[in-house]
């Protein structure tokens, strides 16, 4: 599982000019499903997010989680992250999972942030979506999940 996580002052997911999802400071967070990805990288990647210590302390340091800051998540499934582009100039996606597995993962991955206490929106699976945000910092990370660890 590869997934980019953005702080954002704010982010939204616009489907056919219809605003579907919303969320003010948080992160917006990109998810590529892989073949073989399971509820322990689900888990391990939840409760990674959860406690990044990525927000501003009182003495501007990040130091802070979402939790701590009351912040809220987007998660927008995205299988272009596991593009290969290596050879030629057409990217291969056959390293992303096909929608039967990265469905119910990416499904499974925003309860899994709203258990641990964090108000989770997401994106409509498969749909041509429209993602907007304000990069709060500019702060992203790329974390890589497999055999429920983060790597």
Known sequence: MRLVLQRVSEAAVTIDDE???????????????EPGDDARDVGAAA??????????DDAGLMNRSIREIGGEILVVSQFTLLGDARRGR????????????AAPLIDALSRRLSENGVPTRTGR???????????DGPVTLVLEVRGGRVL
Do not use: W, Y
């Open 47 to 56: 409760d990674k997010i959860a406690g990044l210590r990525l927000f501003a």
């Open 19 to 33: 605003v579907v999802a919303a969320i003010g400071p948080g992160f917006l967070v990109l998810v590529g499903v």
């Open 90 to 101: 057409r990217p291969s996606f056959i390293g992303a999972a096909g929608p039967e597995t």
């Open 125 to 135: 699976f498969g749909a041509k979506m429209a993602v907007s945000l304000v990069n």
